[in-house]
């Protein structure tokens, strides 16, 4: 944008990852683990945004910035928790979210 400021971003997208689920065992009536790696999370997005800026002061130097970590909020799913079974005898889980949107302020100081 100018000669110091500086604006840069970054995306990041990833296929879901592998995980193991859990299913309900009639017989036992419990929950068990199912087939390993056998079913996938959604898909990872995240697009961060920093603007640094240059500072200095007699003989030290530095730099300001000023991050947006998921820019858009996107709800990623780090895994399952809180299995149960629903009225129709369905397995329900509640997902293990990752980070929201979260500004960051830093400086780096060179002396």
Same mark, same amino acid.
Not at 40 to 59: A, G, T, V, W
Not at 61 to 67: L, P, T, Y
């Given at each position: 944008?100018?000669?110091?400021?500086?604006?840069?971003?970054?995306?990041t997208?990833?296929?879901?990852f592998?995980?193991? /689920?859990t299913? *309900? &065992? $009639?017989k %036992?009536?419990?929950f068990?683990?199912?087939k =390993? @790696?056998?079913?996938?999370?959604?898909?990872?997005?995240?697009?961060d945004?920093?603007?640094?800026? /240059?500072i200095? *002061? &007699? $003989?030290? %130097?530095?730099?300001?910035?000023?991050?947006i =970590? @998921?820019?858009?909020?996107?709800?990623n799913?780090?895994?399952?928790?809180?299995?149960?079974?629903?009225?129709?005898?369905n397995?329900?889980?509640q997902?293990?979210?990752?980070?929201?949107? =979260?500004?960051?302020?830093s400086i780096?100081?060179?002396?």
């Amino acid at each position: 944008m100018t000669n110091k400021l500086r604006v840069t971003s970054k995306i990041t997208y990833g296929s879901g990852f592998p995980y193991t /689920p859990t299913i *309900f &065992n $009639k017989k %036992s009536r419990r929950f068990i683990l199912g087939k =390993i @790696n056998s079913e996938y999370l959604p898909s990872y997005e995240r697009i961060d945004i920093r603007i640094s800026y /240059p500072i200095k *002061f &007699n $003989k030290v %130097s530095g730099i300001f910035n000023f991050e947006i =970590i @998921n820019l858009l909020n996107h709800k990623n799913i780090i895994g399952y928790e809180h299995y149960s079974l629903d009225n129709n005898g369905n397995v329900t889980k509640q997902a293990k979210y990752l980070l929201p949107i =979260i500004p960051n302020f830093s400086i780096k100081i060179n002396i």
